[in-house]
C-alpha cells in the first residue's frame, strides 16, 4: 500500500508541476489550483484523462475551452473538464473578483 501512495504522490508531483507552468498565466491560475485542491480527489481514470489535457501544447486554446470560448474536443470533453470549470466559476472567479492576480 505505501508503494501504491508513493506512486500516487509521485504522479500527482509530475501533474501538479504541469499544471502550474503553462506558459500562459490565466492557465496556470485555474489548473494550478485545481491540481492543489482536486487532485488528490481524482481517480487514476480520472488524472489519466487531466494528464492528457495537460500534455495539449496550445494553452490559449485550452484555456478557451475551460472558459467555453472555444468548443471542447469531444477526447477532452470529460468529467475533468466539467470538475474543471465548477473549480474555474467557483474559486478562480471569486480570488479574481477579490482582486488575485
Request: aromatic share 8%; proline share 5%.
Amino acid at each position: 500500500m505505501a508503494d501504491i501512495d508513493a506512486r500516487l504522490k509521485q504522479r500527482l508531483g509530475r501533474i501538479t508541476f504541469r499544471a502550474w507552468r503553462r506558459g500562459f498565466r490565466e492557465a496556470d491560475l485555474v489548473l494550478g489550483p485545481f491540481v492543489d485542491q482536486v487532485g488528490p480527489t481524482l481517480d487514476a481514470g480520472e488524472l489519466d484523462c487531466l494528464e492528457y489535457l495537460l500534455a495539449e501544447d496550445d494553452d490559449h486554446r485550452l484555456y478557451a475551452w475551460i472558459i467555453g470560448t472555444e468548443p471542447t474536443p469531444e477526447v477532452h470533453e470529460t468529467p475533468v473538464m466539467a470538475k474543471i470549470r465548477v473549480f474555474m466559476r467557483d474559486h478562480v472567479a471569486s480570488a479574481v473578483a477579490e482582486g488575485a492576480g
